[in-house]
């Protein structure tokens, strides 16, 4: 099972001046325990080329196994990706020029521009797009094992369930955003605003 990693802090582009060049696009970002594997940034596929001509990549690695403890400490993870014979003026059809590449993590993404507007950073910090969230993809990798089976534990509540997590979001929520749940340490405001906005957005599993 591959999963988005939980924040991505830089994205860059490198040209391989072959003739015609490859496109080296490499990430650096953070999973939140350490022993994830094969981080990778897997390419976007379109239907319709997307209007601001930004390839998106998700920034995914394999999380440990869950019956191995690992220790909740953020570890730092890097990846790359090679878009080979690259044409960048023409990479969406005749004179559709690739803008630049966004890499999608959890709780946010970053993309960095060919030409930036004068004025504007190269690398500009976005916060994660509506309508995407997932409880699978977004939600269930913020409980830890320890959390599962707490909850199991003490209230048979299984945090591991959507339709668990679903019944019971409000008051999720409520322990969350006050800080008494989890019972040895609050989470940071930016996932509780996650976990907020996938109950807003209907909860998706
Ligand atoms: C993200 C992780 C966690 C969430 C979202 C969570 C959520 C909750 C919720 C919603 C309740 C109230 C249930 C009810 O009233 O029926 C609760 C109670 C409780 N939880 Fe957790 N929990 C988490 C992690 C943990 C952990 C790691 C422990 C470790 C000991 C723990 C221990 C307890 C205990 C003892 C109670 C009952 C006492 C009380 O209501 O304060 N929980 N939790």
Not at 2 to 7: D, E, F, L, Q
Not at 66 to 91: G, H, K
Not at 102 to 120: D, E, V, W, Y
Not at 163 to 168: R, W
Request: with cysteine; net charge negative; aromatic share 6%.
């Amino acid at each position: 099972m591959t999963t988005r990693i939980y924040a991505v802090d830089s994205v860059t582009m490198a040209l391989q001046k072959s003739n015609p060049p490859n496109l080296v696009i490499t990430a650096m970002g953070r999973t939140r325990t350490p022993l994830w594997s094969d981080p990778r940034l897997v390419a976007h596929v379109y239907v319709t080329e997307p209007q601001d001509g930004v390839q998106d990549f998700d920034f995914v690695a394999t999380p440990p196994p869950q019956d191995v403890i690992v220790p909740q400490v953020l570890a730092p993870v890097t990846a790359s990706a090679v878009i080979p014979e690259i044409d960048i003026e023409n990479y969406w059809g005749a004179d559709r020029p690739l803008a630049g590449v966004r890499c999608h993590a959890q709780s946010n993404a970053k993309t960095t521009l060919f030409h930036a507007p004068i004025g504007m950073p190269g690398c500009a910090e976005v916060l994660p797009e509506g309508g995407e969230l997932s409880f699978a993809i977004d939600i269930r990798p913020l409980f830890r094992p320890v959390d599962i089976d707490m909850m199991i534990a003490v209230r048979n509540l299984d945090l591991g369930s959507h339709d668990a997590v679903t019944d019971h979001a409000d008051v999720i929520l409520a322990r969350l955003r006050d800080g008494s749940m989890p019972c040895d340490g609050a989470w940071p405001a930016t996932d509780v605003d996650l976990f907020e906005r996938w109950i807003s957005e209907g909860k998706t599993p």
